[in-house]
């Protein structure tokens, strides 16, 4: 179990607005954002494609700098090391080293967080293990399938058993195996009373495993709360999303 | 330094399973059976040819693998999406051009220290000598210049794409080393605006000539002062960071285009 900072939110953004200069005027991908994720939650962060979820995620992940506002992880700035210490983060597409091997990438990983000797090899083994990686872990990763590379980023994503998961887009390509492998990474994590920050725009699997949601739309945050309280009993999430996704696009198109 | 190790150790796994290198391994065995068979008017014994060439063959190559591997170190990780999942970890951008400036300086250093260790077999076996004290010289200060080159390409990588960074890295390394010794004997007959713009040519470009130890070796001199070789190394070392910071600024507030930015 982990010792939460007593009251400082997992993820806190406040204000966040990004703005990306371009030739037929400027794109504002973030305008406003504030929300706060409690420490040892899944938090789902929904939004249809193009709403600035990846936007909001590189801002946290300090890939970019925001126009304006701020975003802190577990208490610090995203600038700060030491909140990616505690961090791990599993992207949308399974990018990595394809020359490696399964093993080779999670000792690598290992070894940028400062773990060293049989704590490490032992933790390889173990992450290996866990995503079902142990027979191919000494094959090069070229040689994987899409669900294979999906897992050991996956493992890669867990080397330092981080206190805050940032997931961004996970399912995305992936077969019902998969989806349930990452269901069960996100059970896994809230059992460990870790904070799991899951960016999806597959609202069956975000009313699975969320406990709360935020919904961006056009960049702005449309909606945020318990996934129970703002869907309702006679709704479902997918009609909520779909409702509120409208309604802000006829907004806009009237003003 | 944990951090750049291992990404030093990336740049070099990557370099030996992609198999680039090994074209420079089939030159350096052309290298060697031309070196082997060579004679010269008849002249056999005649080793200084051998030298010439084998280290003529250890420079260029190492000029040309230095600057193709510097170049697409960070673009790479840019374009392949390895930079995302690489910075959210403790990596500072830092550390990532310093990593990369060193697996690529290393991996170089190795491929043209084996031209180095065959050249100096080729002409022991021909009956020549190969001091062992100007070997190790001229090996640092070529060490030192490979530095400098892998610098660069880091460099005008943060500015550029691969291809553009890789071409100005080959012209601004290979006027230094073909243009820089010869403006002192040019600046004598120049006068007026054209000697001003050699004299600004002569102290912007990098004097490459300083760390060529090649004549030495090639006519079995001694030593050089080790005085002048520290200064050498340090030039080298500065000249090193300043290109490496360059790097960092140009890289430090990047916005990295690959993936769903919007």
Redesign the interface.
């Known amino acids: 179990m982990v010792i939460h900072d007593a009251v400082k939110p997992a993820i806190d953004i406040q204000g966040l607005s990004v703005t990306f200069p371009s030739r037929g005027g400027a794109v504002r991908a973030l305008r406003d954002v504030s929300f706060s994720v409690e420490p040892g939650t899944v938090f789902g962060f929904l939004g249809p494609n193009g709403a600035g979820k990846t936007t909001a995620i590189h801002v946290l992940l300090g890939f970019l700098q925001p126009t304006a506002g701020t975003a802190t992880l577990l208490g610090q700035p995203v600038s700060e090391k030491i909140a990616r210490e505690r961090l791990g983060y599993l992207a949308e597409n399974p990018d990595t080293y394809l020359f490696l091997t399964g093993r080779e990438l999670l000792t690598m990983t290992g070894r940028l967080f400062r773990l060293r000797g049989a704590e490490l090899a032992k933790r390889v083994d173990r992450l290996l293990e866990e995503v079902g990686l142990s027979a191919a872990a000494d094959r090069r990763i070229a040689s994987y399938s899409r669900g294979m590379r999906q897992r050991i980023c996956m493992a890669q994503s867990l080397v330092n058993d981080p206190d805050l998961l940032i997931l961004d887009e996970p399912t995305g390509g992936l077969d019902p195996l998969g989806r349930l492998e990452i269901r069960r990474l996100i059970a896994d994590r809230r059992a460990a009373g870790k904070t799991v920050f899951f960016s999806s725009h597959e609202l069956s699997e975000v009313e699975l495993v969320c406990d709360q949601v935020a919904i961006l739309v056009r960049g702005r945050l449309a909606a945020q709360g318990k996934t129970s309280e703002l869907v309702g009993s006679n709704e479902s999430l997918e009609r909520y999303f779909i409702n509120l996704a409208t309604a802000e696009t006829d907004r806009k198109e009237d003003g | 330094m944990?951090?750049l190790w291992?990404l030093a150790?990336?740049v070099w796994?990557?370099m030996l399973?992609?198999k680039e290198i090994y074209v420079l391994f089939i030159l350096l065995a052309a290298l060697l059976l031309a070196l082997i068979s060579l004679d010269v008017y008849g002249l056999g014994q005649v080793t200084g040819y051998v030298k010439e060439i084998g280290l003529l063959g250890a420079w260029v190559l190492g000029w040309i693998l230095a600057v193709n591997t510097s170049v697409r170190q960070l673009p790479q990780e840019e374009r392949?999406?390895?930079v995302?999942?690489l910075?959210?970890?403790?990596?500072?951008r830092l550390e990532l051009v310093l990593g990369k400036w060193l697996g690529s300086w290393t991996i170089v250093c190795g491929a043209t220290f084996c031209f180095y260790a065959a050249t100096w077999g080729v002409t022991l076996l021909r009956g020549g000598t190969f001091a062992p004290a100007v070997v190790v010289q001229a090996a640092l200060l070529h060490a030192a210049a490979l530095g400098v080159v892998a610098a660069l390409g880091i460099a005008l990588s943060t500015r550029m794409n691969p291809d553009a960074a890789a071409a100005t890295a080959y012209v601004v390394t290979g006027a230094s080393f073909l243009l820089v010794p010869r403006v002192p004997a040019l600046l004598v007959t120049s006068k007026g605006l054209s000697g001003a713009l050699l004299l600004v040519v002569y102290n912007l470009l990098p004097h490459f000539e300083l760390f060529d130890e090649r004549r030495r070796l090639v006519h079995d001199w001694g030593p050089a002062h080790g005085g002048a070789i520290s200064g050498a190394l340090l030039y080298g070392a500065l000249l090193t960071a300043v290109f490496l910071l360059l790097a960092w600024i140009g890289y430090r507030?990047k916005?990295?285009s690959r993936?769903?930015?919007?």
């Open positions: 944990t951090a291992t150790k990336i796994l990557e399973r992609k392949r999406g390895t995302f999942p910075l959210a970890k403790p990596v500072s507030k916005k990295f993936g769903d930015i919007l």
